[in-house]
Every structure is written in C-alpha cells, then in structure tokens.
C-alpha cells in the first residue's frame, strides 16, 4: 500500500531493504575489518587505532572472556564507560563470545547500578576506574565477581591521569592486562544469527525502574542497512570522519555513530567529556569533520560556546539531532554558523533506535524553503500508525499517539512479560509515549510525550512548544517547562530559565510568550536557575524540576 509520506524519500531511496547482507554483527564485523583493515576506525586523546587493531585487540580480549573468566554465548556482560577506545574493543570482544552487552551509564548512581546489574543477571563487569566507587558501595548485593577495570589512558598511552580503582573492590584486573592475557589464549567465537540477543539496552525508568529493551543482532542490523538506505547520497564509504561526543553507551550513538559509520569504514574520533566544550571545540578545530550526530543542548552548548564559529566547517556534510526535540531556534542558529542544516530524526531505545528521518526533499514549499521542519518520515521497512486512547488510527493532520512497527523494533523487555503487552498493540505496533502528528504534505511532527503534557482548563499544553518559544529570546541560554497544580486552572505552567542576560526579568520573558503564544499556554510562573538538569545524553529531565 502506498504511503503519503514516500513521496518524501531521497532520490533513489527504496521503500524495502533486503536485511539479509550480514547474518550477524560478528559477521559485520569481519567483513568490515577485512575491507577497511588499515585505515583508522577510532580515535581518542590523538591516539588511534585501525580496523586491524581493533580485530586483533578484540580477539584477545574475547579469548580473555572465554578461557579465562569462563563467559559463554548468551551470557550478560556489562559494560560501563565513556566514549574511550576501550569501549569499541571491549564491546567487540563481548560480541565475539556471543555474549549480551547489558550497556550502563558511567554516570549512574549506586542505587540505578544496583537494579540494573542484579535486573539483567550480570557476574562481568568492565568499568571505567572513576565508576567503581558506585560499585564498590553495592557490590556486596550484586552478583558480581569479575571486575575488569578501564583506566583514562588505557590504549591511549599518553600518561593521563585518572581517579583510581576504589580500594574496596579487590580481585579486579585492569583491561590492558586482560588483553595481554589473551593474546595467548584460543577464541572458538561461536554461530551466531540475526535472532540472538546482542543489547540489553535499558531506558532512562522516567516511570519507575528503568526497563532493558531486549535488541538483537537482527534489529540492530536492520537500522544499519535501513539508514545506510535512507542517507547513501550523504555516506563516503572509508572517507568519512565522524565525531562522536554522545555516550556511545547510548542507543543513538551505539547504533549510529559505533556501528553504522564502522561498517561504512569511517574514522570515529571519541570525544571522553563533551560537558568540556572549549576542549571539545579545540578537538574539532583539529578534525576535518564530515558527519556529526547530537542533541539539541549539545548543539546549543558549541554554538555558546567562544571559538566554535571560528572552526573550519568546509568538510562537513551531514549533521543528525536526535535524542530530544531540535528546536527550531537552535536549528537555525547551527546553519547561521556551519552552513550545514540540522537534520533531525527520531527513535527510541526500544527502537534500535532510529524510526524516522528528515532530509528534507527538493520541493516548491516557499515558506519553508523547501524544507519542512519535524521528524521527518519512516525509515524503510519500517511503517507508523496514530492512533487515539481507545486505539483507533487517526486521521491524516490529527495528533495520536505514534506506533511503530518494522524489523529494527525490540523483542520485548528483559524478564518483564507484562510491561512488553503493554506497549505493544493488538496488532503488533510499538507504542511510543510520544504525540504526533501527520502533515498534509506527508510529514511527521512530535507534539510531545503524552506523560508531560499539560492540562490547562481542559486545554493541552505542550512543553516542547513553550521551550521552543522561549528559546527565541536572545536573552536565554536554556529552558524547560513543566505543568504545577493551581487551584484554579487545575494545572499551570512554569518554566525554568537559564539567563544569558543577568537583566532579564519574569515579566519580560511572559510579555515575550503574549506575542505568540494563546493565552492558555502563556507561563504563569518563571523561575531562574543555574542549570536545567540533563540526562548524560543532554535530554532535559522535566522529572527532577517537578
């Protein structure tokens, strides 16, 4: 059946794509290394490492896993760091045993650890040394009994410092010495096919205990060839140079960054602290970028930050935001100063993650210059239905709730049967939490997520919208919004603000909004503040302002 938005696609971007190219990630992987062997595939700190180092590396750290600490096929392992060459080497080697990465936050607390390390079952951990105070305090209610630790210099030998191994934890062995232990052991690496599980991938738990999202070798290789499909004209097999400051423990990073640009032959330079910008700015001053993924704080954060619109941007050609909306403020200041646009696109980690693009196509819409912001349209193979709170698909320019369905969608949630029938339909659709809506011209637009909605008087507020509003006013460096309880109205608005202008005051930041917001949606309530609190990604967390 046709679909309003395939009238949107690329040129020469089919509508199906055949899943079948690789029968694994392992066998990715080998063909990839094969072909790209001597070029670089990452780098961190002016250190690098090749596609051969990287497949001589991971095999002895595999064998590590195998002969030494005894993990087998289907066995979850968990790996916590930041972006460092250590995490494409360990995460190889885990792959390479057939074993389950279960990816954590380095960031965690110890409570979050504990639930997902005891949730997923876990015995191995490989965790960056500035981590392992969080685990040393919950250790003891773990199971944990292997301790592979990663330090900031570890393949990089630069001599750089890094907080120590909390003395607590004994019996750990650091990852450069397990990789030596293992270049002298056998790899017998296993079969493995698109069905086994490769992530356990854990949400952010924005409603109670994070959830890990059960992803396959199949899923993720199908958001592989999908978006390898969807942005062929903009890939330079074994030419291109991304930047990857996102945690590449995270799903957006993981697949695309980590993953896809590997398979593609691209060099990746590993940025270990993005909150660092004028460090992060000097690293791109120094790259001849061609591809940069990120969020919208992140984009906000270079474009504050001095220095950035002196870097050379002549390289660049494709720039993706994803995690969190993309406001349009930010989008147009990026062009301003790049002269690349931000391309946004949407997914979930339940998703693999990504569901929709948004290239734009050449078409006569004045108004927008021939590019109609939002998120775009579905992937191949891949196919979106909203639909209203009793289920029924709604109609074409009407806001529901968007599910998903195609090959890159979960098999469901870790050990949790009943929060896996919930989000699925009758039929078989991904339920995403998330209002969209469907334009005339065949384009989807997020509205919100149905849980941060607003109720005013009975009218539905956005937060996104007010955010995006505000994010006009030259004055203000970030806000976030969210409903508190009146009496009269049921619920209100408030915003919280991060001033760029020590001057600006509560009622001009509201007379702004009268503009051109309606009335109901103007905030009532302004409150200034030092931070927006963000998740490691740089998502606002609404949550921890409620």
């Known amino acids: ?51 051969e180092q990287v497949n001589e590396l991971s095999r002895d750290f595999a064998a590590f896993l195998q002969s030494t600490l005894k993990v087998n096929k289907g066995e979850r392992v968990a790996l916590m760091c930041p972006n460092t060459l250590c995490f494409p080497v360990a ?32 015995d191995t951990i490989i965790i960056f040394s500035p981590s392992t105070k969080m685990l040393a305090d919950i250790i003891d209610n773990s199971a944990i009994k292997n301790v592979i630790t990663i330090g900031l210099d570890d393949l990089v030998n630069k001599g750089l410092p890094c907080t120590p191994v909390d003395e607590r934890l004994t019996n750990t062995i650091n990852f450069t010495d397990a990789l030596v232990q293992g270049e002298a052991l056998e790899l017998a690496e296993p079969t493995l096919c698109q069905e086994d599980l490769l992530f356990l991938q854990y949400t952010g738990g924005t409603t109670g205990l994070s959830k890990g ?50 398979t593609f032959g691209a060099k990746n330079v590993l940025v270990t602290n993005p909150r660092d910008m004028p460090s992060f700015v000097e690293v791109w001053k120094n790259t001849p970028v061609t591809m940069f993924t990120g969020v919208n704080t992140l984009f906000n954060g270079l474009l504050h930050t001095p220095g950035f619109e002196q870097v050379d941007f002549s ?57 109609i912001p939002g998120i775009g349209v579905p992937m191949p193979n891949t196919d979106i239905s909203l639909r209203d709170d009793e289920g029924n698909t709604v109609k074409q320019g009407e806001s529901g709730e968007l ?58 507020v956005y937060p996104n919208e007010i955010e995006a509003e505000i994010a006009n006013m030259p004055e203000v460096l970030e806000s976030a919004c969210i409903g508190i309880e009146d009496a009269k109205t049921g619920e209100a608005v408030k ?42 990604v740089g998502k606002l967390l609404r949550r921890e302002l409620r």
């Open 495 to 536: 915003v919280f603000i991060v001033k760029k202008n020590p001057a600006l005051t509560e009622q001009a930041v509201i007379d702004y909004c009268r503009q051109n917001l309606t009335a109901y949606k103007v905030p009532k309530f302004i409150e200034f503040i030092e931070e927006v609190p963000k998740s490691s």
């Open 91 to 122: 995460m190889w080697g885990i792959i390479r045993v057939g074993a389950v990465q279960v990816n954590v936050n380095p960031m965690y607390t110890s409570r979050e650890l504990e639930h997902q390390l005891n949730d997923a079952q876990v």
């Open 213 to 262: 999202a059960m992803l396959s070798h199949g899923n993720l290789i199908a958001n592989i060839l999908q978006y390898e499909e969807f942005a062929k004209a903009h890939i330079h097999y074994g030419k291109d140079v991304v930047i990857t400051a996102i945690p590449m423990y995270h799903i957006f990073a993981l697949m695309a960054n980590t993953l896809a640009y590997f």
């Open 315 to 371: 390289t660049l050609k494709l720039c993706i935001g994803g995690g969190a909306a993309v406001q349009q403020a930010v989008a147009t200041k990026w062009q301003q100063v790049t002269g690349i646009r931000l391309q946004e696109g949407y997914g979930l980690s339940e998703t693999s993650p990504i569901l929709t693009l948004n290239f734009g196509r050449p078409c006569p819409y004045k108004d927008h210059g021939g590019y």
């Open 403 to 460: 599910c998903a369905k195609g090959p890159q969608v979960m098999l469901g949630y870790w050990n949790n049967t009943e929060a896996t029938n919930e989000c699925m339909t009758h039929d078989g659709y991904f339920k995403t939490g998330d209002v969209a809506m469907l334009d005339d011209k065949g384009f989807f637009h997020i509205v919100d997520r149905k849980k941060d909605m607003i109720i005013v008087s009975g009218f539905n």
């Open 1 to 51: 059946m046709t679909k309003p938005w395939f009238k949107n696609y690329p040129a020469n971007v089919a509508q199906k794509v055949d899943l079948s190219r690789y029968a694994s990630l392992l066998d990715l992987f080998h063909q990839t290394t094969i072909k790209y062997h001597k070029q670089c595939a990452y780098s961190n700190f002016g250190a690098k490492l090749t596609f």
